[in-house]
C-alpha cells in the first residue's frame, strides 16, 4: 500500500507551507527484491553462500540494478508533483517556489556512483529541509547539552508552567549502570545525567515552546501513520518511527545550515556557548544562569563565558529585541508564596453543615 503525508502551515504573514512526503516505497521495495533474488542466484553459482540480507551486487548487475533505482526515484519526484498539482488545482493556490528534498537516495555522476541510505543530497546550492529545528532551539534558545537534547521527551513538559524538566542523557553507556529502556542501541542508553546540577527545570521560551506543539502534533500523525512499527518512546527529537536521534544526526545538516546561511563555521557546541552568553549579557544574575546552565559551580560558568560578552555587537538592534522575547524573564514575580492566599471557605461550611456533614468523616 502506497503510504504519504502533506502537511501545510502558515507563516506570519499570509504565506502557506506544504510539505508533502511521498515516494515509491512500494515499486523500490519490488525492485530491491527482484535483484536480492538475482544476485543470491549468482552468487550460488559461484558457489558463494551468504545471508539473504548480505546479497551483493557486481557488474552489468549493479549497473541494471543502480538504472532501475534512478527510475523508480524519478517516478517518486513525479509523483509528489502530480499530488501537489492536485492540491493546487483543488484550492486554487498559486505556487510562488518549490523544491524537492531527496533522501534514501541514489546518484550517478560521470566518475562515481553514490547511494545513500538515510541521508539527503547536500550540495552547496541546493536547497534542503533542515529536521533539526529543536535540536538547534533547545541548543540556542534554552542551553542544553547535546545529550539532554537526544533525551527530551513530551512527558518532561510542564503545559501550564511551560517549563522543561532535564531529567536524562542519551550516549553510550561507560562503565556505569544503564538508565532506563535496555532495548535501546548501545550508543541510545537513557543515563544519568553529568552531576546533580544537571537536573534542573528551566523555562520554556514562547517561540520554543510553540515549536514543540507543532512537533507533537507531528509526533502523533507519525505513530497514526506507522501503526506498530513505530516506537512510542515520547522522545520529541526522533525519526519518523519514533527512534532517538542519534549523538551526530545533526552534524552534517548544521553544517549545511551554516554554509546556506553564510555564517561562521562554528561547533555544535558554541550554540550552547551563545545561549549563556546572551544571559549574561542581558546581565541575568551568574549564579542563576550557571543554575540555567546545570553547572556544578557559578564559577564554571563565569570562567567559561564570561570573557565572552564581547562577541554580541551592540549596534545590532535586531538581535537586542530578539533576546526580549526569547530569553527567559528575569525578573522576580511579584509573589509566588501560595502560603499568603486568602480564601474565604466559610460559605462552604455552611453548605455542609446543613447538609449533615457535620459528623465525624473516616
Not at 520554543?208 to 501513520?225: C, M
Not at 538581535?319 to 474565604?344: A, C, F, G, Q, T
Amino acid at each position: 500500500m502506497h503510504r504519504y503525508l502533506t502537511e501545510a502551515d502558515c507563516e506570519e504573514d499570509g504565506s502557506l507551507y506544504v510539505v508533502i512526503h511521498s515516494g515509491s516505497r512500494h515499486l523500490e521495495k519490488e525492485v530491491a527484491e527482484y535483484y536480492l533474488n538475482q544476485g543470491q542466484r549468482i552468487l550460488k553459482e559461484q558457489g558463494i553462500d551468504i545471508p539473504y540480507e548480505l546479497t551483493y551486487l557486481e557488474g552489468s548487475l549493479m549497473e541494471d540494478y543502480l538504472h532501475d533505482q534512478c527510475v523508480v526515484q524519478s517516478f517518486a519526484s513525479q509523483n509528489r508533483a502530480a499530488m501537489l498539482d492536485e492540491l493546487v488545482k483543488g484550492m486554487k493556490l498559486k505556487v510562488e517556489e518549490e523544491y524537492s528534498c531527496v533522501h534514501n537516495y541514489i546518484e550517478i555522476g560521470t566518475d562515481y556512483k553514490m547511494l545513500r541510505k538515510g541521508a539527503i543530497s547536500a550540495k552547496s546550492v541546493e536547497k534542503v529541509v533542515i529536521p533539526i529545528n529543536m535540536q538547534v532551539l533547545f541548543n540556542v534558545l534554552m542551553g542544553l547539552r547535546r545529550q539532554e537534547i537526544n533525551a527530551v521527551k513530551y512527558s518532561d513538559v510542564d503545559y501550564i508552567n511551560r517549563t522543561l524538566s532535564v531529567e536524562r542523557q542519551l550516549g553510550k553507556e561507560l562503565n556505569r549502570e544503564s538508565y532506563g529502556v535496555d532495548e535501546k542501541p548501545a550508543t541510545k542508553k537513557e543515563l544519568p545525567l553529568k552531576t546533580m546540577s544537571s537536573r534542573r527545570i528551566l523555562p520554556i521560551p514562547d517561540y520554543v515552546f510553540e515549536a514543540i506543539l507543532q512537533e507533537r502534533k507531528v509526533y502523533e500523525q507519525n505513530r497514526s501513520r506507522n501503526g506498530k512499527r513505530f516506537l512510542d518512546a515520547d522522545y520529541i527529537c526522533c525519526s519518523t518511527y519514533g527512534k532517538p536521534r542519534s549523538k551526530d544526526f545533526h552534524w552534517s545538516h548544521y553544517k549545511k545550515l551554516l554554509q546556506d546561511a553564510g555564517l561562521p563555521d562554528i561547533r555544535w557546541h558554541d550554540l550552547r556557548s551563545t545561549y549563556c552568553t546572551l544571559l549574561l549579557k542581558s546581565d541575568f544574575n551568574p549564579k542563576a544562569v550557571s543554575e540555567l546552565m546545570g553547572h556544578a559551580k557559578e564559577i564554571i560558568t563565569m570562567d567559561v563565558y564570561g570573557d565572552n560578552a564581547n562577541i554580541i555587537p551592540e549596534e545590532i538592534p535586531e538581535l537586542l529585541s530578539y533576546m526580549e522575547k526569547v530569553m527567559p524573564n528575569r525578573e522576580e514575580p511579584e509573589d509566588d508564596d501560595i502560603s499568603k492566599i486568602e480564601i474565604d471557605v466559610s460559605r462552604f461550611l455552611k453548605e455542609n453543615k446543613s447538609a449533615g456533614c457535620d459528623k465525624d468523616s473516616d
